[in-house]
Structures are given as structure tokens and as C-alpha cells.
Nanobody, 122 residues
């Protein structure tokens, strides 16, 4: 099966930085298309933070533009999110999402990680 495992969350003061990672793994071969980071703050809906295509093109939510940078290492099936100049309103559980095709069945599905908590103190 396919798993997405996030890491890198934690507690940081406002203005600080964190780097999240999301590694895709499985017992079968996979091919990953678009990947994305979402976040969900308490009492709020899950929102899209950043998308990264297989070729490395990125798009960001207006609230994080200029502060967050998404990237990926296709050889390692890993997605990253570098978060700088963090604000208390960035506090949320961050989830990675990936559009994955399993080989050789060529079955396509969207997978979610378990989430990692990011807390920014003022």
C-alpha cells in the first residue's frame, strides 16, 4: 500500500522558520503527479497552502506567498515546505496530499498524510 508520512512540525516563535517534509512510500512502485500542502486550524476548514507539480511548478495561497516555499525531490518521492517569517495565524495541522498512480495496475488515487502540528507563538 501507499503511505504519506509528514515530519518537521513543532513549536516556533513568530518570525521563526520550520521545514516540513512528506515522504511517499509503499510496498509497490508508484508514480507521483501533483503534490500539495493543506492546513487546518481549529474550528476552520482545511485550506490549500501550496501545490507543486511533478516538474516543480508551484502555486501558493495569498496568505503564504513570499514566506513559504514548496519543493520536491522526485527521486526520493518527497515533498517539502519551507516556512519562513511564521505568524501565529499559521498555526494549524499541516497535511500533504499526493496524486499517485500505483504500478503496474495503473490505479490512480489521492492520498493524505496523517498531519503534523505547527504552532506559532506570539
Amino acid at each position: 500500500q501507499v503511505q504519506l508520512v509528514e515530519s518537521g512540525g513543532g513549536l516556533v516563535q513568530a518570525g521563526g522558520s520550520l521545514r516540513l517534509s512528506c515522504a511517499a512510500s509503499g510496498s509497490i512502485s508508484i508514480s507521483i503527479n501533483n503534490m500539495a500542502w493543506y492546513r487546518q486550524a481549529p474550528g476552520k476548514q482545511r485550506e490549500l497552502v501550496a501545490t507543486i507539480t511533478r516538474g516543480g511548478s508551484t502555486n501558493y495561497a495569498d496568505s503564504v506567498k513570499g514566506r513559504f516555499t514548496g519543493s520536491r525531490d522526485n527521486a526520493k518521492n518527497t515533498l517539502y515546505l519551507q516556512m519562513n517569517a511564521l505568524k501565529p495565524e499559521d498555526t494549524a495541522v499541516y497535511y500533504c496530499n499526493a496524486d499517485i498512480i500505483t504500478i503496474p495496475t495503473m490505479r490512480r488515487a489521492f492520498y493524505w498524510g496523517q498531519g503534523t502540528q505547527v504552532t506559532v507563538s506570539s
